[in-house]
């Protein structure tokens, strides 16, 4: 009768750890997403970024071109 008990302990020891296991791989996976979603839209801010300083680049360059035709 001991024995029983015993495995039924060790059974529902088991089963609450495996619970706490599915809830710690979940809770990693959704972090995982999140940050692999935050790492996108850095990437996306950073291009986004990338091309309005080229477009002011260009603008700036096209102001000089124009001040220095006024000027011949």
């Known amino acids: 009768m001991r024995t029983v008990q015993l495995t039924s302990l060790l059974l529902l020891s088991a089963a609450l750890s495996a619970c706490g ?22 990437q996306q801010q950073m291009q986004q970024l990338k091309q309005q300083v080229d477009a002011a680049n260009v603008q700036n360059q096209q102001r000089l071109d124009d001040a220095i035709k006024a000027s011949e």
């Open 21 to 42: 296991l599915g809830e710690t791989a979940a809770t990693a996976a959704t972090t995982a997403n999140l940050q692999a979603q935050q790492a996108q839209q850095a």
